[in-house]
């Protein structure tokens, strides 16, 4: 993996599984930067041992806003031209990381979303409506081209991070989905590579909280929808 790219890891109380993913990630040669989002579990104590940069935030605030500040760290490096964003959970696997990378190169896209492999037996109904739901509505009213809008398995070019971040106010969840519709609006080219997820029934690292957090996800959908 080449030293112009940096790792972003929002993590907020993700147990053990935050080690994993960093053991998953030992030959990556580019920085690797964790923001804590005001964890109380212990689970980023690993950090202190690691050759990784941490952010912390002394409180909760939202993967928005943990993703905003380390792809803000990223960009203090110069060298850096990829920004890649995963979860800490474990549900992305480090070893397909130079797949995203990739189709990032050989597409010149300004945004890869990981188009996840999901087995269906595995995932709750609601889950899946969901997500397929998100995917219709971006695709018939908004013409984006993803099947998948939800995965947080994500390559950004150092000019869309830029210029994302510059207008960007943060939240949770739905900060995700207004990365896409960012990218729809300014005409940015968008990619998907397939990825798998390790996807774990009653996953308790999981903090997406379905009604909370599908309401901000569809508000941001309709406000776009009304400009």
């Given amino acids: 993996m080449p030293q112009n790219t940096a790792i972003v890891i929002p993590c907020y109380n993700a147990g053990n599984r935050l080690e994993s993913v ?3 990630l030992t030959s990556f040669e580019g920085p690797v930067i964790v923001v804590d ?3 109380t579990d212990g689970g980023t104590d690993c950090l202190s041992e690691r050759t990784v940069q941490a952010l912390r935030f002394p409180e909760n605030r939202g993967k928005g806003h943990a993703l905003l500040a380390g792809i803000r760290e990223a960009l203090q490096h110069e060298a850096v031209q990829r920004i890649v964003l995963m979860d800490a959970d474990g549900q992305h ?10 189709a990032s190169r050989s597409t010149g896209a300004a945004l890869v979303v990981g188009a996840r492999q999901i087995d269906r037996r595995l995932m709750p109904l609601r889950s899946r409506f969901g997500n397929v739901l998100t995917a219709w509505i971006s ?17 950004l070019s150092r000019a869309f991070a830029e210029s994302f971040l510059a ?21 940015c080219v968008l990619a998907s590579a397939p990825v798998a997820t390790v996807y774990e029934p009653g996953n308790r690292s999981s903090h997406f909280r379905k009604i909370r957090d599908s309401f901000r996800i569809y508000r941001v959908l309709l406000r776009a929808w009304r400009r």
């Fill in 167 to 187: 207008q960007s106010r943060g939240g949770r969840y739905e900060t995700e989905m207004e990365m896409i519709l960012f990218a729809l609006r300014e005409g």
């Fill in 37 to 39: 989002d005001g964890s």
């Fill in 93 to 102: 696997d480090p070893g397909e990381v130079d797949a995203l990378l990739s």
């Fill in 139 to 155: 695709a018939h009213v908004f013409r984006c081209p993803l099947s998948d809008t939800q995965c947080g398995f994500r390559v």
């Fill in 22 to 24: 960093l053991n998953g």
